[in-house]
Structure formats: C-alpha cells, structure tokens
C-alpha cells in the first residue's frame, strides 16, 4: 500500500512543463475576464474554473468513477455514517455507569468519543456534500446503539471493553475493505493515466485515519481487560453478529 | 426568483462565462462523477420540447408529440420513439424543469432562511409551469401521472424534484429528518400543484397563500413533535439522573 502511495506522491513533478501551465493561464484568463464586469455575485464563479469544471484544462483527466463505482461510495459513505452514529451512541450511554464504578476511565472514554464524534462529523459533511441519502434505519440504530452501550455499560467495565473491542473488530475489517476497494480504483486510473481526483485522495486518507483510530480503541480495549468479560465468546459473538447486520442493511436501505 | 439587478449582472458577463454564473455552488465530486445528465437522446429531446410548445393548444396528447416531430424534422413514426406516449412527454416536462430549477433561481442573501428558499423554490417551479404554459393543460398531466403503470415513475420524480428543493435551499441535515422533510415538501408540492390547475386569480396569488397556509401547518406541526420528542427525552434523562443518584447502579 505504501509503495503505491510514495509513487502517486512522486508523479506530480514529472509532469510536462506545459501540462502544467495551462490551468494557471486559464486562471489569469478568466480573472482578467470577470474584471470587466466585476460584481460581487461574480465571487464564486470566479472560483469554478479550480474546483476541475474544465477537466480538458487539468493535467492530468481525474477518473470518471462507472455507476456501480458510484453506488459502492454512496453505499459506503452511507454505513460509514450510521457506524460512527451508533459508535457516539455506544460511548455516550457507556459513559455514566462506567465513569461511576471507575472514575479512572474518564479521560480514555472522553478521548475515544471525541474522535468518534469527530469520525461522524466528517461522514455527515460528505453525505451532505455528495447529497448521499442517510440510511433508512437511522433511529432503530440510535435506539439500539443506546440500549447495547448501557448495557454493556452496566454490566460492568469488562463487558463494555469487550463491547468495544467487539465492534471495533469489524468496523476496522469494514473501513479496510473500502480502503483496499479505493486502491484498486487507484490502479486502475494511474493504469490510464489519470488520477482519482483531490476528493477521492482525501477519502482515503480519512478513511485509513478513521480505520487507525478506531484500532486503537480496539487496542485500548484490550488493555484494558476486554478479554475478562463473562462470558466473552458469547457477548463479542452476538455483538460481531449484529454489527455485520447492520453493515449488511444499512448498505441496502 | 431573479430580481432585476441579478438578470443585468448576468447580461453584462461575456456570454462565455454565463453559464458558470447559472451554475449553483456544488461539490466537484457531485458534478464530475454523479453528471445529472439528461436521460434523453438528440432526438427525443427535439421532438418533446417542440412538442412541449404545442401542449397549450393540444394538450398532453399523441398530436402535440406527432407535430413535434413534424417541427423537428422528423417523420410522424418517429413518435414511436416514445412507447408511453403522452407520459414520455410529461417526464421531460418534469425532468427539464427540475435540472432547470438551479438556474431559475439565485439566493444572494445568505441570511435566507432554509424555510423562506424552500418557499421560493416552491413558487418558482410552479411558476415554470406557467411560463411553459402548461398550467390549464396540468390537469390532463396529473391522469396520465395516476395512471397505475405511471405512478412509481411519478413519485420518483416527485421525490427527486422535493430532494433537489432541499439542496438547493441549502438543507445539509443527514439524520432522520433526511426522509420526513422530503416527505412532507413532496406532499406540499403535489397539493399546491393540483391548486394551481384551479386557480384562477392574478399571478396565482391564491395558490401562493395556500402554499403558505400548507407550509405552516407543516411549520407548527413539526414543532409541536419536536417539543414533545424533546420532554420525553429530558424526562427520560431526568429519571435515569435522579435513579443514579439515588444509588441504583444504572
């Protein structure tokens, strides 16, 4: 994975002088244009021509992503966000039983919901950016993820670590097949000599960031005696179970 | 709506540019990789909008397509181009005027509310149903759109014509308000449309008022669910608070 992305780092110098120049002319040329008649509503036209509306101009053409391409981002983006949504609902109703019999534990808890409330922040801009629908299932999630953090909760430090390490297992299972699915498309454009645009490099990079942060929760958890909850094989087992469920609908509504 | 000043700022750009200006603020991702292209061909978008121009006289029917295609150039068999027939020609009066809406309508004021744009938004496609003159013909559109065969197809437009008012209002909610706020628009939009057909006042003043009563039902009724939603939660919140402190390990 690395030697690809150090190789798609080092392709942008090699690019011919030319090739470089002409989005910068276009630049000038359109500023000087919208000069003449300068209002103020003009502003964010004069920005289109950066944001690739004139893909002839760039130098390298960005990947035209196929339908079914689409529909696995707009799939992907969509349980991405309801994970992260029932993530901060699992944190959030763990918190108060946990943080009472273990004072201790308050700065790890308030460390992992800050990141994953950061995780759901950037999937419920790109939904909206991508105008991506949310799932269907949205309240049944926060309703279960409330019920399964307090009662893991509840239960006792143990079973909610296990609770963590369960469901972080498969989210990073999860968020490492869409990375290895957005490398292939990598491949694939720099196969054709196009690149897979600024915002699909910027999803992979927050989404390999967001896969890393939520290993670590699993790590903590497992420090922090996941395995000594009773009964574990059962617990993480209905836990796992149910998280692939809801991947599996949320994918579809 | 344009207001005057807006319509002079674009006539002055050099007619290059013009289309840039139209164009509403999007995601490049959204516009390089979902294109909102339309689903027709040369052909068939000929001969439906010279088709459109003849449905104030002829209505939604077979004719207004066949003289399209005279229009257009093309033979009278060409309108076995359309195997739904008059509804091929309501779709694209619904489908031109939804990808069109972005570029009937501008918000310079960015104090707007959500509210107020998704009101403009409203007017200005009913609006655009008067402007193509389709108004007193709409009401043979609506048959052909209940027609049992027809009606998924309907809803689905409807569904995406409520989705684009949204967006463009600027809406980014992706909760599960995403679905009762579309829900809701579409139900608003389909009822004031059917008023429309029946309006008889100037300027579709009438249908303009029912909107606003429709738009405040929806207004006060959101709320008072909001409001109870949110007791219900405090009063849960509160329970579960006041049980902790009592020592129930909770």
């Given at each position: 994975m690395a030697s690809i992305a150090s190789r798609t780092a080092l392709?942008?110098?090699?690019?011919?002088l030319k090739a470089r120049i002409i989005p910068l002319a276009f630049q000038l040329q359109a500023r000087s244009r919208n000069s003449n008649g300068?209002?103020?509503?003009?502003t964010f036209s004069a920005a289109t021509p950066h944001d690739g509306v004139?893909?002839?101009?760039?130098s390298r053409p960005k990947k035209v992503l196929t339908k079914a391409q689409k529909q696995f981002l707009d799939s992907a983006l969509r349980v991405n966000q309801a994970g992260e949504l029932a993530a901060t609902r699992i944190y959030t109703s763990q918190n108060p039983p946990i943080i009472k019999a273990h004072p201790h534990l308050r700065p790890l808890m308030k460390h992992m919901y800050d990141q994953e409330a950061g995780h759901f922040k950037t999937f419920n801009g790109l939904l909206a950016k991508h105008r991506i629908r949310p799932t269907a299932m949205y309240p049944v999630w926060y309703a279960a993820s409330s019920l399964l953090g307090w009662s893991t909760g509840v239960m006792g430090r143990e079973a909610a670590m296990a609770c963590t390490e369960a469901v972080e297992t498969e989210i990073g299972d999860h968020y490492n097949s869409q990375v290895r699915e957005l490398l292939v498309w990598e491949k694939e454009a720099k196969d054709n000599g196009e690149t897979l645009g600024p915002e699909l490099e910027a999803l992979l990079v927050d989404i390999r960031r967001i896969r890393d942060e939520e290993l670590e929760h699993l790590d903590h958890a497992v420090e922090q005696?996941?395995?000594?909850?009773?009964p574990y094989e059962l617990l993480t087992g209905v836990i796992r179970a149910g998280c692939r469920g809801a991947i599996w609908v949320s994918e579809r509504v | 709506m344009a207001s005057p000043a807006v319509v002079r700022t674009i006539l002055r750009t050099p007619a290059a540019l013009r289309p840039l200006l139209l164009?509403?603020?999007?995601a490049a991702y959204h516009e390089q990789h979902h294109d909102q292209a339309t689903p027709y061909g040369d052909a068939e978008r000929t001969i439906l909008s010279h088709a459109l121009a003849y449905v104030p006289a002829h209505g939604f029917t077979q004719e207004a397509i066949t003289f399209g295609a005279k229009d257009a150039g093309?033979?009278?068999?060409?309108?076995?181009?359309?195997?739904?027939g008059t509804f091929d020609l309501v779709m694209y009066h619904l489908v031109t005027q939804r990808q069109g809406l972005k570029d009937r309508i501008q918000f310079p004021?960015?104090?707007?509310g959500v509210g107020k744009k998704v009101r403009s938004l409203v007017i200005e496609r009913l609006r655009a149903n008067a402007d193509a003159g389709v108004v007193w013909r709409w009401q043979e559109a609506l048959g052909v759109m209940s027609l049992a065969e027809n009606i998924p197809a309907s809803l689905r437009e409807l569904g995406l014509l409520s989705d684009e008012m949204w967006f463009l209002a600027g809406d980014t909610s992706v909760d599960g308000s995403w679905y009762t706020k579309r829900a809701s628009l579409s139900g608003i939009y389909a009822a004031t449309e059917v008023f429309q057909t029946t309006d008889q006042s100037t300027e579709f003043k009438d249908t303009e008022q029912f909107l606003d009563r429709r738009l405040e039902e929806l207004r006060v009724t959101g709320s008072a669910v909001g409001n109870t939603m949110q007791w219900m939660g405090f009063q849960g919140g509160a329970l579960m608070n006041m049980l902790r402190s009592k020592g129930v390990r909770i």
């Open positions: 392709a942008g110098p090699a690019l011919p300068a209002k103020r509503t003009l004139h893909p002839e101009h760039s005696d996941a395995k000594e909850a009773n | 164009r509403a603020p999007r093309y033979l009278d068999v060409s309108r076995n181009l359309f195997p739904k004021d960015e104090t707007m």
